[in-house]
């Protein structure tokens, strides 16, 4: 497995209120999988991948992502660690707007130990061509392509998406679900999206529904759907 998490619990405290945020999380997912987290606002799934994705860190428990445990690292180890094995795609592009198409992959291939081609990345997600135009020139759906390619042209082993198509229209939802498929395919990455919206679990290899800070219901997907069959 890719990631293994183990009893994994998370709570936050504002004056004297303690809100548990995660209460004993399990979950797996293997090595060149696609995973997705189905739940509603405030069930967690957010705190969830911020852990393992090294942003945040739990009360208790343990993440571990190909062999690493991540909640022992130090701050200095967490940071390497985002730099170098994970990939982050969020609902809003977070593009830099001054610099082109071209200029934002770069910026993430030029810190990267072993990063992919970024023609062979533009290729991938369909944006070759306008690879000199700025953020502010693009439509949403052509940004969160960018957005894409910005993760994986670091070559990571574990891509996270939250909310990835939340800011999108239908169509330009089943375009990015499908390049992601793509990029699972073609590249192996490993990757897992976090969602409100239960038609994506069809394209999942693993579905795991969290509720109220637990995992209430998991399951594998004996036939993966492709995106453009996906309807909701």
């Known amino acids: 497995m890719l990631i293994e998490v183990s009893g994994l619990k998370k709570s936050y405290t504002t004056g004297t209120v303690k809100t548990e945020v995660l209460k004993g999380v399990d979950l797996k997912l293997g090595k060149g999988e696609i995973g997705v987290i189905l739940g509603p606002s405030g069930s967690g799934k957010s705190t969830l991948m911020n852990i393992i994705g090294g942003v945040d860190r739990a009360d208790s428990g343990r993440v571990t992502v190909?062999?690493?445990e991540v909640t022992r690292l130090s701050d200095e180890e967490l940071t390497e660690y985002r730099r170098a094995e994970i990939g982050f795609?969020?609902?809003?592009?977070n593009?830099?707007?001054?610099l082109t198409v071209g200029e934002n992959i770069e910026v993430v291939a030029n810190i990267s130990k072993s990063p992919l081609n970024i023609g062979a990345v533009?290729?991938?997600?369909?944006?070759?061509?306008k690879k000199d135009r700025f953020p502010r020139e693009l439509s949403g759906g052509e940004?969160?392509?960018i957005a894409i390619a910005r993760a994986i042209v670091k070559n990571p082993k574990l891509l996270l998406g939250d909310e990835p198509t939340g800011a999108l229209d239908y169509q330009t939802s089943r375009s990015i679900l499908r390049l992601l498929q793509q990029v699972n395919k073609e590249f192996g990455t490993t990757i897992l999206l976090i969602t409100h919206n239960t038609?994506?679990?069809?394209?999942?290899?693993?579905v795991f529904k969290l509720r109220s800070g637990k995992i209430v219901e998991e399951w594998v997907n004996q036939e993966v759907v492709p995106a453009e069959r996906i309807e909701w």
Not at 89 to 93: A, D, G
Not at 122 to 129: K, T
Not at 199 to 206: G, H, K, Q, S
């Open 122 to 129: 533009l290729q991938a997600v369909e944006m070759q061509e």
């Open 199 to 206: 038609a994506i679990a069809a394209m999942a290899n693993r």
């Open 89 to 93: 795609v969020f609902q809003f592009y």
């Open 66 to 68: 190909d062999g690493t």
């Open 143 to 145: 940004q969160q392509r």
């Open 95 to 98: 593009l830099i707007p001054n």
